[in-house]
């Protein structure tokens, strides 16, 4: 049975009485949250990777083939701004790909996969102006 409160509540949508979110594993959530939510971020579905030279790279032409170090059974990578968030595998889905989830981070992962990017001069002190990243002055 839910409770008094959870009564007053509709899934996925506020009450006027408690502004609050149910999202769909049940957690509750401030109603000031739902605009955040409703932000499209880049999801990308990675097959596999490869290292290659300039040359290799300037040498590619339509019906090249480049291997991946990764079997066509294997699960591929579900990236969010480039950082892994968890696994699926590749699915048909009428004349179109798509990813059946097999795995997913918790939910402190995939916020750490939507904050801000990185910056390489917090890794290389010596990358902290324009200057030292070209060995020159600033």
Partial sequence: MLSPAKQ???RGRQTDFNRRVFLADNR??????DAILKIEVPLIVQVGGQRMTV????????GAIIELPKNADDELDVLVKNRPIGLGQAVKV???FGV?????GGVEQRIAALG???DASDDNPELTSA????G???
Avoid: F, K, Q, Y
Avoid at 131 to 134: D, L, Q, Y
């Fill in 8 to 10: 007053n509540w509709t």
């Fill in 28 to 33: 509750c959530m401030p109603a000031d949250i």
């Fill in 55 to 62: 040359r290799e790279v300037m040498n590619l032409a339509p």
């Fill in 94 to 96: 009428g004349e179109n």
């Fill in 100 to 104: 059946r989830i097999t795995s997913i």
């Fill in 116 to 118: 801000p990017d990185v």
């Fill in 131 to 134: 200057g030292a990243a070209v």
């Fill in 136 to 138: 020159g002055e600033t």
